[in-house]
């Protein structure tokens, strides 16, 4: 587990040997060092064919629509599911890594060269609390983050580090993913905002735990890869389909479908953007990395509502004082936000 998010290799090689170390005591394989071949590659190539077609939903977008429409009838392709979502964080076994590697092949067609990498991630953060709730556990047992990290960073997928994803942005380290979408205690019907969608790995991870996601981008080109990445995941993971999406300055929040019961932003700001604390319900959560660029500490605020109407806040740092260094919360310009603009 790293606390500054300062330089990619050191990390990498540090959790590598640890890996390795841990791999030779234990007497297993060498989760992080498996050459795993992935099964459901979605070729870049297509994504970028694809970005004509999604121009045209883009202009609609920009014209007032909330989310490109989605019509993808994966029912009929072959080896679909029927039902992928929030039911499936409550049920699964998870009782062994036996039971639920065999449950896995029997149930799902994850790509098996990942899984016992995934599950002893999952394990580590059960263990440190990063992951509190067993039905957090299992979202992240569900979440395919080798579909979420770009193929140039092949062999790192489940490494505990975040990783480029183009355009300055980053998919977050696993651990600080996890820490966050615990402290959220997200139940089935929740709606839950993110800001950042970035690589969309975050928000998979809250498709299992509420069919009511809604995610903001910033960068264009992002959103349009992400978008066009959960369409192909969609045939594989149904519950990819009602991530609501949109493309936009998510300092605004989405008054549409605001109140929120809870808020994950993942982009550093030094303060709390008012109007997402005005889209959080009464008695809802917001967790947030919050400080200066370069050190923030990931902090939990809850709104309540007092008798008279006035807004009481408590916060509370998650991380125990570590530091993060998310990228910046920007306005379109690409100007990062400092202190709270004035509506
Ligand atoms: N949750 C992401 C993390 C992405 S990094 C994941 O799981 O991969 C943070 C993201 O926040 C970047 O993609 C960045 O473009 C986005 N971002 C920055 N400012 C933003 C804003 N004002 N509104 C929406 N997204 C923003």
């Excluded at 009782?95 to 599950?119: G, H, I, Q, Y």
């Excluded at 080109?221 to 594989?236: A, G, M, N, Q, V």
Aim: proline share 7%; charged share 20%; hydrophobic share 40%.
């Amino acid at each position: 587990m790293k606390i500054f998010q300062t330089s990619v290799p050191a990390f990498i090689i540090v959790i590598l040997a640890a890996g390795w170390i841990s791999g030779l005591v234990s007497g297993l394989t060498l989760p992080l060092l498996v050459s795993a071949q992935l099964e459901q590659v979605v070729p870049y190539e297509e994504a970028v064919a694809r970005l004509a077609v999604e121009e045209a939903a883009q202009a609609a977008l920009e014209a007032g629509a909330d989310s490109p429409e989605y019509g993808l009838a994966y029912e009929t392709l072959p080896g679909a599911r029927k039902y992928d979502g929030p039911g499936l964080a409550r049920s699964m076994p998870i009782e062994t890594k036996e039971v639920w590697l065999s449950w896995m092949r029997n149930n799902r067609n994850d790509a098996p060269a990942f899984l016992e990498d995934r599950w002893n991630l999952a394990q580590d953060f059960v263990l440190s609390s990063e992951l509190k709730r067993p039905e957090d556990a299992r979202a992240f047992l569900l979440a395919p983050r080798e579909h979420f990290v770009r193929a140039r960073n092949k062999g790192l997928e489940y490494a505990d580090t975040w990783l480029p994803i183009g355009y300055g942005a980053t998919i977050t380290d696993p651990d600080v993913v996890a820490m966050m979408t615990t402290t959220l205690n997200i139940n089935p019907g929740d709606k839950v905002l993110e800001i950042g969608t970035g690589s969309g790995y975050q928000s998979s991870i809250l498709s299992y735990l509420t069919s009511e996601v809604y995610t903001i981008e910033i960068i264009k080109p992002l959103f349009i890869e992400t978008d066009s990445l959960y369409r192909d995941l969609e045939k594989f993971y149904p519950a990819y389909g009602s991530i609501n999406r949109k493309l936009g300055d998510g300092y605004y929040g989405w008054e549409k479908y605001a109140p929120f019961d809870q808020i994950i932003v993942t982009c550093a700001i030094d303060h709390i953007p008012p109007p997402l604390l005005r889209q959080l319900k009464p008695g809802g959560v917001m967790v947030l990395p919050l400080g200066p660029p370069g050190r923030q500490y990931i902090m939990e605020v809850k709104k309540e509502v007092a008798e008279d109407g006035s807004i009481i806040l408590s916060r509370r740092d998650v991380y125990n004082g570590l530091r993060v260094s998310f990228i910046p919360f920007r306005d379109e310009a690409g100007t990062s936000y400092s202190g709270p603009v004035t509506e």
